[in-house]
Structures are given as C-alpha cells and as structure tokens.
T-cell receptor, first 113, second 116 residues
C-alpha cells in the first residue's frame, strides 16, 4: 500500500496466516524490482527480486507477483512468523543501467501471536 | 550480519565538528552508494560511486563529502552539519558495471547520526 504523510501503512496478520504486501510503482519503463525487509535498528535486507520479463517468482516462503498492466507489485509471505515483523519496501529500477533505484513508501507488517 | 560493514554504529556530533562515516564491502561489487533515511521513510539516494568514480550526486549539500579510496571502501566526511541532518546513513553496494541496476543493493546496518 502507498501512503502520504508521517504514518506507515500497517498490515496486521495472525501468526501462521499468509501476508500480502502491495506496492504500486510509478514508471512503466521500470524493468527490475526488488523487495526489502527492514527490521528495527538494521539496514534493508534483500528478500527477492523479479525482472520485467516475468510475472511471478518464488523463494523460500515468499512469492513476488508483478502485474505490468496496472503497475503493481506484491509480496506474499506464507505462514507468517513473528520474525517477519518489519517494514517492507519495494524498489524499482526505472531503466536498465541506471543506479537510481526508486523506493516505495513502505509497509509495516505486524505479526500477532 | 551483513556483508556491508559500516562504522560507527552510532555517532553524536556538534554542529562545528568534523567526523567521517566508513563503509566496507568485500563482495567485489563495483558500485557503492550512500543513502540517508529518516524515521518511517524510505532510503533517499545521496551519492553513487561506480568503479571508484563519483557517478551520481543527488544535489547533496557540500557539508557532506564522499570519498572512495578503493573498490572496497567508501567514506562520508561530515562537516558543519545541521540538526536536521540527524538520520540513519546507509551504505550499499551492488555489482554495477554491465549489470547496471539489474542487481540488488546490499545494505549495511547504517550509522545512526545525531547532530546537536
């Protein structure tokens, strides 16, 4: 989800349920997308990436879906665990060869015991 | 633990001080970055070095001065900072070169800077 202002959108999920975090990206020419997880007091940690010639990619307990038609990216986390609690950022690379990654505003995931 | 190491973890400095932030990576990455992150906000790009040459400066005030002594090291020299410069400063690296942006950024855990 996107938001403007001081508050991060928050997704609260029961432990063991699946989580879906959404991101709308801005540039239809973007060809590479990344999801990051940032825990309190740490830097963003790479989770999974996807190139624009794919619409789905799976990792361990995570799946990224890319819908280029509506410029939408999502991260699905299966069987959410307390350790998944963090802020999640999507990032897009507007054109091949640029170093200017564009970050989304972030979503806080809270896992409820 | 990350493969990008930043020191110090925390830094408190007065507005007249000079200090430096340090970053090191041994992944053979050829692109290195400085980002600034305020609370509840995404990282904002400051500088990019590609093959040890400054490639991008996002109109950062001159009180921030980057330096890339070699392909593994990146410094950020700080002088005459303002309280609003207080933030988490993140270093990152990526493969760079022919890969350009088609490789993920690897971040350090940052330096938490407080300017008094």
């Amino acid at each position: 989800g996107e938001s403007v202002g001081l508050h991060l959108p928050t997704l609260s999920v029961q432990e063991g349920d699946n989580s879906i975090i959404n991101c709308a990206y801005s540039n239809s020419a973007s060809d590479y997308f990344i999801w990051y997880k940032q825990e309190s007091g740490k830097g963003p940690q790479f989770i999974i990436d996807i190139r624009s010639n794919m619409d789905k990619r799976q990792g361990q307990r995570v799946t990224v879906l890319l819908n280029k038609t509506v410029k939408h990216l999502s991260l699905q986390i299966a069987a959410t665990q307390p350790g998944d609690s963090a802020v999640y950022f999507c990032a897009e690379a507007p054109t091949s060869g640029t170093y200017k990654y564009i970050f989304g505003t972030g979503t806080r995931l809270k896992v409820l015991a | 633990d990350t493969e990008v190491t930043q020191t110090p973890k925390h830094l408190v400095m007065g507005m007249t001080n000079k200090k430096s932030l340090k970053c090191e990576q041994h992944m053979g990455h050829r692109a290195m970055y400085w980002y600034k992150q305020k609370a509840k906000k995404p990282p904002e790009l400051m500088f990019v070095y590609s093959y040890e040459k400054l490639s991008i400066n996002e109109s950062v005030p001159s009180r921030f001065s980057p330096e890339c002594p070699n392909s593994s090291l990146l410094n950020l020299h700080l002088h005459a900072l303002q309280p609003e410069d207080s933030a988490l400063y993140l270093c990152a690296s990526s493969q760079g070169g022919a890969f350009g942006s088609n490789s993920p950024l690897h971040f350090g855990n940052g330096t938490r800077l407080t300017v008094t």
